[in-house]
């Protein structure tokens, strides 16, 4: 504030030494600042000349005190005035006082509103003029006249050069405020033109779409973009083209990236259009997250009825089929009501695997070493595989380490595996599986086959509920409950025929994780010394450190040990309250990460006091969950 007040006073005092009056009044007409000059030029009383003071009052104070000369209607010659001051238009007139003295009047309006107006005594050069015309009386009035046109015109001419010269500053300040916004918005701006060709643009292109060149002014649409992308694009741009604004989503080709471009018509230009285009892959891998969970508790609604029902129609044929083999029965009877029994036992199965499609499942995502992931999973794909199919699997990731369901990934990956060992059938064949990165937004894996490949009508449905090529010994849930993991992980999956054979393609979003985390001091606290010990050694097994408190109270006292990262505490501690002990810990230590564990079922209110806060691990603990646990990055 001290440092305002010095460089005001400064301002001020530069302002003074200048010989021409001058005053800055605000868009609102008040006077944001002049310097003395102004004020003994008019003879202006000192309300008049302090910030704030009204024009209309200024310029009324001057008509009283006869500067224009007789003014018959004071008010409706302020009012004048003040109209011709709130247009705000640049002008520059001459007039001679009530004085007697000259004077030039030269206003400029300010770019966010306002003037700023300098008053120059001009009495020396009005009377050289007027010498001029007495004493040469050799020169023609016709010469003496253009001659104090020219003065003027000069001056006038070099009144609006000096605006100009403002204005440009302006706009060249107002186009660099421009441009260093297009720059910093993560998003790529530009224009085409009537003739499609680029006549602006950021540099953010190649952050928007890899692999394009960010400097394309006057390049065409399709040489900027791709071809590809171009044609995707050409119907949305030629509607906006005609005035029609639209928006559109697509997926790049190259990158696999989900853009979303809004197409905006450019009101000044023929033909003309704004686009700008951003990166939604990540919201649309969450979308498509909720999507496919949204899918599935529909699915739940619709099956968790009838499958109970069907389930007990199924115990009730099993019933009747075990009365009915006690009785004496005739020749073959036996072998129907043998098979009678197998199909009710499939029907049981095929209501297994329904229920582990629609029932709940968690994303547990940890951070996995790739490598290892797949070094274990090889042996695991081998063992399913009969003599004459082998499988090979390729790592090239260039991130050692990933965010991944590491369980969930291995059930889908061993799914397809065997898929493709039933395309191959009897006959010799390969089996192989590649992990790869696509621009570092995607894990790519392919499992390709050397089998019959996929008929006309298993590209259009094998992704549907049911259906199979295996006839009696399909269920057709085993590429559908693939679909359903990648869904729910926000991932894609396709299928094609390659020339050997088929290969299916599933796309998950690209995560990396520190392939060594940096071990925690965890604060573990139960009341049970067995639970206490068995999670110990999960965490330790893990490489991460372990103090153990057996009550509430040794845990708050243990709460503030420097170091410390997290705290796991059981909610029921031999009668007290795990919550009230985090939420006291919190309030002392808000750093520090909270969680809670128990066997208690979701319903309870203990448990939804938790989970309205932080994490809530159930009994009994595994690996897998606290790995999930320890990866996150932010105190809940």
Same mark, same amino acid.
């Not at 030029?41 to 003071?53: D, E, I, N, Q, Y």
């Given at each position: 504030m001290a440092r305002d007040r010095k460089t005001e006073s400064f301002t001020r005092a530069g302002l003074n030494l200048i010989q021409q009056a001058l005053s800055i009044y605000d868009a609102d007409l008040r006077l944001a600042v002049c310097n003395r000059p102004f004020q003994e030029? $008019?003879? /202006?009383?000192?309300? /008049?000349?302090?910030?704030?003071?009204r024009f209309d009052e200024t310029l009324t104070y001057l008509v009283r005190q006869g500067e224009y000369g007789e003014v018959d209607d004071v008010e409706a010659f302020v009012q004048v005035r003040v109209d011709q001051a709130l247009a705000f238009l640049p002008h520059?007139?001459?007039?001679?006082?009530?004085?007697?003295?000259?004077?030039?009047?030269?206003?400029? %309006?300010?770019?966010?509103?306002?003037?700023?107006?300098?008053?120059?005594?001009?009495?020396a050069t009005k009377r050289q003029e007027m010498l001029l015309r007495a004493r040469s009386e050799e020169l023609s009035d016709q010469v003496l006249t253009h001659t104090e046109e020219l003065a003027l015109t000069n001056r006038r001419l070099a009144a609006t050069i000096s605006q100009l010269q403002e204005a440009k500053a302006a706009l060249t300040e107002m186009e660099a405020r421009t441009r260093l916004v297009t720059e910093m918005t993560p998003a790529h701006i530009g224009h085409l #033109?009537?003739?499609?060709?680029?006549?602006?643009?950021?540099?953010? /292109?190649?952050?928007?779409? %890899?692999?394009?060149?960010?400097?394309?002014?006057?390049?065409?649409?399709?040489?900027?973009?791709?071809?590809?992308?171009?044609?995707?694009?050409?119907?949305?741009?030629?509607?906006?083209?005609?005035?029609?604004?639209?928006?559109?989503?697509f997926t790049d080709p190259e990158s696999g990236r989900r853009i979303r471009?809004? $197409?905006?018509? #450019?009101?000044?230009? #023929?033909?003309?259009?704004?686009?700008?285009?951003?990166? @939604?892959?990540?919201?649309?891998?969450?979308?498509?997250?909720?999507?496919?969970?949204?899918?599935?508790?529909?699915?739940?609604?619709?099956? &968790?009825? /009838?499958?109970? *029902? $069907?389930?007990?129609?199924?115990?009730?044929?099993?019933?009747?089929?075990?009365?009915?083999?006690?009785?004496? +029965?005739?020749?073959?009877?036996?072998e129907l009501t043998g098979a009678t029994r197998m199909a009710v036992r499939r029907g049981g199965s095929l209501l297994d695997k329904i229920a582990n499609m629609t029932g709940a499942?968690?994303?547990?995502?940890?951070?996995?070493?790739?490598?290892? $992931?797949?070094?274990s999973f090889t042996p695991l794909a081998e063992a399913t595989l009969p003599d004459g199919v082998s499988i090979s699997v390729t790592n090239d990731l260039p991130h050692p380490?990933?965010?991944?369901?590491?369980?969930?990934?291995? *059930?889908?990956?061993? !799914?397809? @595996?065997? !898929?493709?060992?039933?395309?191959?059938?009897?006959?010799?064949?390969?089996?192989?599986?590649?992990?790869?990165?696509v621009l570092d937004t995607w894990l790519e894996i392919t499992v390709s086959d050397t089998g019959r490949g996929f008929s006309k009508d298993a590209l259009e449905q094998a992704l549907n509920p049911f259906f199979t090529t295996k006839g009696d010994e399909g269920s057709g849930l085993g590429l559908t409950m693939v679909y359903d993991l990648v869904k729910l992980a926000g991932g894609t999956l396709r299928l094609s025929n390659t020339r050997d054979g088929a290969c299916v393609t599933l796309r998950l979003p690209l995560r990396p994780a520190e392939a060594e985390a940096r071990p925690r001091l965890i604060l573990l606290v139960d009341d049970i010394p067995d639970i206490r010990t068995h999670v110990r050694d999960l965490l330790t097994d893990l490489g991460h450190q372990v103090i153990e408190a057996a009550s509430s109270e040794e845990a708050d006292s243990l709460a503030d040990l420097p170091g410390l990262d997290w705290v796991l505490s059981d909610i029921n501690l031999g009668g007290t309250d795990g919550v009230a002990l985090l939420r006291s810990i919190s309030m002392r230590q808000p750093a520090l990460k909270l969680a809670l564990?128990?066997? +208690? %079922?979701? *319903?309870?209110?203990?448990? &939804?006091?938790?989970?309205d806060y932080w994490p809530v691990l159930r009994k009994p603990l595994d690996s897998a969950a606290l790995m999930h646990l320890l990866a996150l990055e932010a105190p809940q």
């Open positions: 030029m $008019f003879g /202006l009383p000192p309300h /008049l000349v302090t910030p704030g003071a520059y007139v001459e007039r001679i006082r009530a004085n007697g003295r000259a004077i030039s009047v030269e206003g400029s %309006p300010l770019p966010d509103g306002g003037w700023v107006t300098v008053y120059t005594d001009i009495t #033109d009537g003739n499609g060709k680029y006549s602006f643009t950021n540099k953010r /292109l190649s952050v928007v779409l %890899p692999g394009r060149a960010n400097d394309i002014i006057g390049e065409s649409f399709e040489q900027a973009l791709g071809a590809e992308v171009a044609a995707l694009l050409r119907p949305a741009l030629a509607r906006a083209s005609g005035g029609d604004p639209s928006v559109q989503e471009t809004a $197409f905006t018509p #450019d009101e000044h230009a #023929d033909g003309g259009v704004y686009l700008l285009s951003t990166d @939604v892959t990540e919201e649309t891998q969450a979308r498509t997250a909720l999507e496919q969970t949204h899918k599935r508790e529909l699915a739940v609604q619709l099956t &968790s009825g /009838l499958a109970h *029902d $069907f389930a007990n129609l199924l115990t009730i044929i099993l019933g009747l089929q075990a009365r009915l083999e006690k009785l004496p +029965l005739p020749h073959g009877a036996h499942r968690n994303m547990r995502a940890a951070p996995v070493v790739v490598q290892d $992931f797949l070094d380490a990933l965010m991944l369901d590491a369980g969930t990934l291995q *059930d889908g990956l061993l !799914n397809l @595996v065997l !898929n493709a060992r039933d395309a191959i059938g009897i006959a010799p064949g390969h089996i192989a599986l590649k992990a790869r990165s564990m128990t066997s +208690l %079922p979701p *319903d309870d209110p203990r448990y &939804s006091a938790g989970a």
